[in-house]
C-alpha cells in the first residue's frame, strides 16, 4: 500500500496501519517499564484493571492554551502492538538479573485487546490537568504504553501549538510556510513538525517526504546558490519559451528580459531608483523562469535587493507577462524586512502604473529569515507589505520552550481510586476515572472545562453548576451552561463489539483546530497576559479528592 494512504488512511473499523515512523514499537520505551512489569508479573499483579490519565500541568510559551496532537500515531501504536522474538530476547537481556522464563512467553503473547483508550478529538484547543487520553487495561501492559505515548503526544502537541501562535500573531490572511526541515532535530523531528505545524493551521510545507506521507501541499523556489551559480547570460543554451496559450513562441526569453530592464531602466517614474543590475543575478532568474514559467518566484537577495534583485525579477516577469504567463512573485530572506517589503510593493505599483500590467502592483512578497513570533509581531507594528512567511528554526524547534511535560499517572488500580501526592500542589494527581466536559456560555465561548467522576449525572444546558478549582477552596463558581460538550471518546476499545471514533484525515484535524482556536475568547488568546481559562472539578469530585489527599497522606508527630 501506498506510504501517503497508509498515513492518512481511516484508522475505523478493521485494519489499523502501523505508526508512520518504523523506529515506534513496543521498545520505543524506557528500561524501567519493563522492570515494573516484570515486577507487576512475578507478584501476579499484571492483569489488574488500571485507570491512567495521561494530561500536562502547564500551558507552553507562556500562552494559556495547547493544542492537542499525536492521537493518531498513539491507536496506530497500540493497534499493532505486539513483541517480535528479536525484540523478546534483547528484553532477556537487558532486564538485570535473571528473570523467569514464563514473563517472556507472558510477553509473546502480549497485546493491546483488552485496553481501552479514551481521548479528546485530536486538533483540540485544550487545557492543563484535564485528562488528554485515559487507558484502561491490565497495569503492565498500560505501564509499557506510558512512554512511547507520552512521547508521541508531548512533541506533536508542542509544535502544533507553536504553529498555532504563529498563524494567531500573522492574521488569517498571510500565508503561512513551514520551512524547518534542515534544522529540525533529525528526520522524525523534521517529519514530525511539518505534520504537526500543518495542523496548527500552516499553509504548506517544504518538506517533501511529508508532503508525500501526510498530504500537505509543497513550496519552495530556489536557494542564492542557484543564483550565484550563474556567471553571464551566455550560459543558457535554450531561450526558447511557447506562450501560454502555445499559440507562439519566443526564441529569446534573456534578450526579452534585457529589453525590458532597460524600459524599467529608462521610465520616467523609475528613474534613479537603480543603476546598473548584476547580470548573472538577471541570467538565473531568467533561467529558472525558462523552468518555470506558471510558477516563476524569485530570491531577491543574494547581490542588493532594490538596485538589482527587484529590478532583474520584474524585468523577467514582464517577459512572461509578453507570453501569457503570471510570475509568482519574491522572496526576501534577509535586511529590514518591513522596509524592503514596503519599498518592493512601491516599485510594483509604480510597475503597474507605467506600463499599464494588470495586478502587477499586488505581486505576492515572501518574507523568511529565522521568523518567530516576536519577529512578526514586531513586522505588524512597523508597518509591512508581506503576504507570506517561510518560517524554520523557531518553529520546528519550539526554540521558545523545549518540552509540554506531558504526564502519565495512575489514578485507579482494581476500581480504588488512587492519588499522587506532592509539597508541589501542581504535582497533586486528580484521583479516580473520570468523564469531563466543556461548558459554554451565552457569547457561544468555552467558559470552563469540568471533570466529574465517571457516575456524577451529566451537566445539562440551562442547569445550574458549581465549578471548583480541584485544590483551591475560595476559587469556585455556578456556570448555567448554554451547550455542553463530553471531551472525552472511545477512540480504542477492549472488545470489539464496542463502538469508537472513527480517526479523520488530517485535513479534518486541521479544520477542527482552527475552527476551535476562532471559537476561543480573545483574552484567553492574546501574547501578553492572557486571562487563564477555568479548568475546574464537580463538588462532588472536590470533597472526593480532599477526602482521599487526607485519607493518604501521613500524619506527623510533634514531640
Known amino acids: 500500500m501506498d506510504q501517503q494512504v497508509k498515513a492518512n488512511g481511516n484508522c475505523s473499523g478493521g485494519v489499523v496501519e502501523g505508526p508512520t515512523n518504523p523506529m515506534v514499537t513496543p521498545l520505543l520505551t524506557d528500561l524501567y517499564q519493563f522492570t515494573m512489569a516484570y515486577a507487576y508479573w512475578k507478584a501476579n499483579k499484571h492483569q489488574e484493571r488500571a485507570v491512567f490519565d495521561l494530561y500536562f500541568r502547564k500551558n507552553p510559551f507562556g500562552g494559556e492554551y495547547t493544542v492537542f496532537a499525536g492521537l493518531e500515531e498513539c491507536i496506530r501504536l497500540i493497534a499493532n502492538f505486539k513483541f517480535t522474538e528479536d525484540e523478546i530476547s534483547f528484553i532477556r537481556e537487558s532486564l538485570p538479573g535473571s528473570c523467569e522464563d514464563g514473563f517472556f512467553d507472558y510477553l509473546r503473547g502480549l497485546d493491546c485487546s483488552e485496553v481501552e483508550v479514551y481521548s479528546i478529538a485530536e486538533g483540540s484547543v485544550v487545557f492543563p490537568k484535564v485528562p488528554l487520553l485515559r487507558i484502561e487495561g491490565p497495569i503492565a501492559v498500560a505501564q509499557l504504553l506510558e512512554t512511547p505515548l507520552v512521547n508521541l503526544i508531548n512533541f506533536a502537541s508542542l509544535v502544533a501549538t507553536n504553529a498555532a501562535r504563529h498563524r494567531f500573531v500573522a492574521g488569517k490572511s498571510k500565508i503561512l510556510l513551514e520551512f524547518g526541515l534542515r534544522r529540525a532535530q533529525g528526520p522524525d523531528g523534521g517529519i514530525s513538525a511539518s505534520k504537526y505545524c500543518y495542523l496548527g ?21 530556489h536557494s542564492h546558490a542557484f543564483v550565484s551559480s550563474y556567471m553571464s547570460p551566455d550560459e543558457i543554451v535554450d531561450k526558447s519559451l511557447r506562450s501560454a496559450d502555445g499559440s ?14 532597460s524600459k524599467i531602466q529608462w521610465s520616467s517614474s523609475l528613474r534613479g531608483i537603480f543603476g546598473e ?8 532568474f531568467t533561467s529558472y523562469a525558462l523552468a518555470f514559467p506558471i510558477s516563476f518566484l524569485a530570491l531577491v537577495d543574494t547581490y542588493d535587493v532594490m538596485r538589482s534583485g527587484i529590478p532583474n525579477f520584474c524585468a523577467v516577469a514582464l517577459a512572461l507577462n509578453d ?17 524592503l517589503s514596503c519599498e518592493a510593493r512601491k516599485f510594483f505599483r509604480a510597475i ?5 500590467v494588470p495586478g502587477f502592483g499586488k505581486m505576492s512578497i515572501t518574507a523568511s529569515n529565522d521568523l518567530n513570533e516576536e519577529t512578526l509581531d514586531a513586522l505588524n507594528k512597523q508597518g509591512h507589505e508581506v503576504d507570506a512567511y517561510g518560517i524554520g528554526t523557531y518553529l520546528v524547534t519550539c526554540y521558545a520552550q523545549a518540552a509540554l511535560g506531558c504526564v502519565f499517572k495512575l489514578v485507579e488500580i482494581n476500581n480504588q481510586p488512587r ?4 509539597e508541589d500542589v501542581s504535582k497533586v494527581s486528580i484521583p479516580c476515572k473520570k468523564r469531563s466536559y466543556r461548558l459554554y456560555g451565552r457569547e457561544g465561548y468555552p467558559l470552563v472545562d469540568i471533570m466529574t467522576g465517571e457516575n456524577e449525572p451529566s451537566p445539562k444546558v440551562g442547569e445550574r453548576i458549581l465549578c471548583r478549582h480541584p485544590f483551591n477552596e475560595s476559587k469556585r463558581a455556578y456556570v448555567v451552561p448554554q451547550q455542553v460538550e463530553e471531551l472525552l471518546k472511545c477512540y480504542w476499545p477492549g472488545s470489539s463489539d464496542k463502538p469508537r471514533e472513527d480517526l479523520p484525515p488530517l485535513q479534518d484535524i486541521r479544520d477542527r483546530c ?46
Not at 487563564?532 to 500524619?555: G, M, R, T
Open 277 to 284: 543590475t548584476n547580470q548573472s543575478e538577471l541570467a538565473a
Open 323 to 339: 507570453l501569457g504567463y503570471k510570475a509568482a512573485g519574491i522572496r526576501l530572506d534577509s535586511g529590514d524586512l518591513a522596509y
Open 248 to 261: 507562439r513562441s519566443c526564441e529569446d526569453l534573456v534578450s526579452l528580459a534585457q529589453t525590458w530592464l
Open 201 to 221: 493551521g500552516f499553509d504548506a510545507t517544504s518538506n517533501v517526504a511529508a508532503g508525500r506521507l501526510f498530504g500537505i501541499p509543497l513550496r519552495g523556489t
Open 352 to 356: 503597474e502604473k507605467e506600463f499599464g
Open 514 to 559: 482552527i475552527k476551535q482556536l476562532e471559537r476561543m475568547r480573545p483574552d484567553h488568546m492574546r501574547r501578553l497576559n492572557p486571562t487563564p481559562y477555568k479548568v475546574s472539578v464537580s463538588a462532588k469530585l472536590y470533597d472526593f479528592i480532599h477526602f482521599l489527599w487526607l485519607n493518604e497522606a501521613p500524619v506527623g508527630e510533634l514531640q
Open 419 to 422: 492519588i499522587k501526592l506532592s
